[in-house]
């Protein structure tokens, strides 16, 4: 009887041999065609950045809620208000702040898109190219603001910023999978602030008035901010007088595209069927 097995590719091997003793090891990081030692090596990430103001302002997200792990995406926006990104400094100051391993809270930070990787412009345009958006001209205003905005014949990118990150008047520029704003289409955002009915002519000079320094007014919601500004606000950290507060948050938030089925409901007296109560199914208790 044979001493060698066949496989089903038809080679053999000697008996009791697995195919993995018989193949040498290979120095992954040695034919690795970029640097790959930070694969390897252990590193330390500087958090001088994040000042005794922003431990204050973690431990104040992290009262808010019954387990600390919840403060997360909080605290992330925390972070991009210092950072203007997450970095890899970020993500383990937020880790230390939450006692989570630096894994799970990268496996956070790079799940949402609205956690960038690279440090944002003054102002993120984030421009609209999901389905309906789309065929009405979204894709054209994506083209046209890449390539109004490129430099050197190349058109600016996904991501890709114009201008010396977080400085005045840079400006990076991304689609985005539905801001859900379809009765308003095409629509984009600065700073998560909606800018609806938009034309590649109008996106233009909307992002010259950005480099000028100006904050057009949006056509709903707050008045215009900054990037960093808007994290902090979406980390829940407001001012508190309550006149700069409302000055910071009231705008108008309905269009009348948003309200014309309501209002063709009251002017001609609709009214939608009494509710009424359905027994539901019995559920087998387990």
Same mark, same amino acid.
């Given at each position: 009887?044979?001493?060698?097995?066949?496989?089903?590719?038809?080679?053999?091997?000697?008996?009791?041999?697995?195919?993995?003793?018989?193949?040498?090891?290979?120095?992954?990081?040695?034919?690795?065609?970029?640097?790959?030692?930070?694969?390897?090596?252990?590193?330390?990430?500087?958090?001088?950045?994040?000042?005794?103001?922003?431990?204050?302002?973690?431990?104040?997200?992290?009262?808010?809620?019954?387990?600390?792990?919840?403060? @997360?995406?909080? +605290?992330?926006?925390?972070?991009?208000?210092?950072?203007?990104?997450?970095?890899?400094?970020?993500?383990?100051?937020?880790?230390?702040?939450?006692?989570?391993?630096?894994?799970?809270?990268?496996?956070?930070?790079?799940?949402?898109? +609205?956690?960038?990787?690279?440090?944002?412009?003054?102002?993120?345009?984030?421009?609209?190219?999901?389905?309906?958006?789309?065929?009405?001209?979204?894709?054209?205003?994506?083209?046209?603001?890449?390539?109004? @905005?490129?430099?050197?014949?190349?058109?600016?990118?996904?991501?890709?910023?114009?201008?010396?990150?977080?400085?005045?008047?840079?400006?990076?520029?991304?689609?985005?999978?539905?801001?859900?704003?379809?009765?308003?289409?095409p629509v984009l955002q600065v700073n998560y602030e909606f800018f609806d009915n938009q034309t590649p002519e109008s996106a233009v000079a909307l992002v010259?008035?950005?480099?000028?320094?100006?904050?057009?007014?949006?056509?709903?919601?707050?008045?215009?901010?900054?990037?960093?500004?808007?994290?902090?606000?979406?980390?829940?950290?407001?001012?508190?007088?309550?006149?700069?507060?409302?000055?910071?948050?009231?705008?108008?938030?309905?269009?009348?595209?948003?309200?014309?089925?309501?209002?063709?409901?009251?002017?001609?007296?609709?009214?939608?069927?009494? +509710?009424?109560?359905?027994?539901?199914?019995?559920?087998?208790?387990?």
């Amino acid at each position: 009887m044979s001493s060698t097995g066949q496989t089903y590719g038809g080679s053999s091997l000697g008996a009791g041999t697995t195919h993995q003793e018989t193949v040498p090891d290979v120095d992954v990081t040695g034919i690795s065609p970029v640097p790959a030692g930070h694969l390897v090596e252990e590193s330390s990430a500087d958090l001088s950045i994040f000042g005794e103001d922003i431990v204050t302002k973690a431990q104040e997200i992290v009262a808010r809620y019954p387990q600390s792990r919840s403060a @997360l995406l909080p +605290m992330l926006h925390l972070v991009q208000s210092v950072e203007g990104k997450v970095s890899q400094s970020g993500i383990q100051f937020c880790a230390a702040q939450l006692d989570l391993s630096a894994a799970e809270v990268s496996a956070v930070a790079t799940f949402y898109t +609205m956690y960038k990787r690279k440090t944002c412009g003054e102002h993120l345009v984030s421009v609209c190219t999901n389905t309906l958006c789309a065929v009405l001209g979204g894709d054209a205003i994506y083209k046209a603001l890449g390539e109004h @905005l490129g430099e050197g014949g190349k058109r600016l990118g996904h991501n890709e910023t114009v201008g010396e990150p977080g400085a005045p008047g840079s400006i990076t520029l991304e689609h985005a999978e539905c801001l859900a704003a379809c009765d308003l289409g095409p629509v984009l955002q600065v700073n998560y602030e909606f800018f609806d009915n938009q034309t590649p002519e109008s996106a233009v000079a909307l992002v010259d008035a950005l480099r000028a320094g100006e904050k057009p007014q949006p056509t709903r919601g707050a008045p215009l901010r900054d990037f960093r500004t808007a994290e902090l606000e979406l980390a829940g950290f407001w001012p508190e007088d309550e006149v700069d507060y409302r000055s910071t948050v009231d705008g108008p938030s309905a269009a009348v595209e948003t309200l014309r089925g309501a209002k063709l409901a009251e002017d001609r007296g609709w009214t939608a069927p009494a +509710m009424t109560d359905v027994a539901l199914p019995e559920v087998e208790k387990k």
